[in-house]
């Protein structure tokens, strides 16, 4: 049995504010040993309930946050940004039983600790099929898409709530409780590893490959803050104007699609200036 993790980090224990997240301050090198904590338990919890392999894809920002020395001698870490299914890389290979949403937030333009999806700011909203989407919807529709169920989820009580829309049989573990998108109240990291790991080992349970999603079509639409970043993302093929400040595009597949919205945000990233977006 291999379960692969994808290891984001705004919804970690003890992550509230920008800085704990942006490699390079104090603060994010505060909360590195707290992001690890939280993802070795989850690997701990998957070896104590009978998996083989842990696989763990490092999902945020430079993809270089997690202490590797800090994990258990038994997983393997991919990090490294510029991977062909950024968050979910590993998935598309066939040999992977579940994937666990780790450390993971509530969407664009909805209320949640560090809520955004994919750009930190500059997307106000994300919608998948006409419901909004979070980057936990969008990377649990990859993974049905190669028939891999999504078995845990943690992040903020909101975070929680969002999965039970996209993976409604995973377990949660919320490791900290809402209060403003930059303030929330937090157990301890003892306190959340405890109860990640206890998660996970029950999670085990509901690592069994379904058959792949394969039907039907895929239509994404962003909106952005500021109407020269939708004009920037119409430069993608098949990407055109939706709306005031908004665009959208459709895919045959998940895999099409969720590279589709990287090239999007990496465009629109190019395109914001530091003074007024």
């Not at 078995?151 to 975070?159: A, H, K, P």
């Not at 058959?211 to 004009?231: I, K, N, Q, R």
Request: with cysteine; net charge negative; glycine share 10%.
């Amino acid at each position: 049995m291999k379960i692969l993790i994808s290891a984001d980090m705004e919804g970690a224990t003890g992550v509230t504010w920008p800085a704990d997240v942006l490699p390079g301050t104090p603060q994010w090198e505060r909360c590195r040993p707290m992001f690890t904590s939280d993802v070795n338990a989850a690997a701990l919890g998957f070896y104590d309930g009978g998996a083989d392999e842990v696989l763990i894809n490092e999902a945020h920002w430079s993809m270089r946050n997690l202490l590797l020395e800090q994990l258990d001698d038994r997983v393997q870490m991919l990090t490294g940004r510029h991977k062909s299914l950024s968050m979910v890389e590993g998935i598309q290979h066939g040999d992977v039983d579940a994937v666990a949403f780790v450390g993971y937030h509530t969407g664009a333009g909805t209320e949640g600790v560090l809520a955004h999806t994919y750009l930190a700011n500059s997307i106000t909203g994300v919608w998948l099929n006409g419901a909004r989407a979070s980057e936990g919807l969008l990377n649990a529709q990859v993974a049905a898409e190669y028939g891999v169920p999504v078995v845990l989820v943690t992040g903020d009580d909101l975070t929680c709530v969002d999965a039970e829309g996209y993976a409604p049989e995973a377990r949660k573990v919320a490791v900290k409780d809402y209060v403003s998108r930059y303030a929330a109240v937090c157990r301890t990291p003892a306190r959340t590893a405890a109860d990640i790991r206890t998660a996970a080992r029950e999670a085990t349970g509901l690592a069994v490959r379904q058959a792949p999603v394969t039907d039907g079509t895929y239509t994404v639409e962003l909106e952005f803050d500021a109407e020269h970043l939708a004009a920037a993302a119409t430069v993608v093929p098949g990407v055109a104007p939706s709306g005031e400040r908004r665009v959208a595009y459709t895919s045959a597949t998940m895999y099409e699609g969720i590279r589709t919205f990287k090239a999007v945000t990496t465009i629109v990233s190019s395109a914001v200036e530091e003074q007024y977006g």
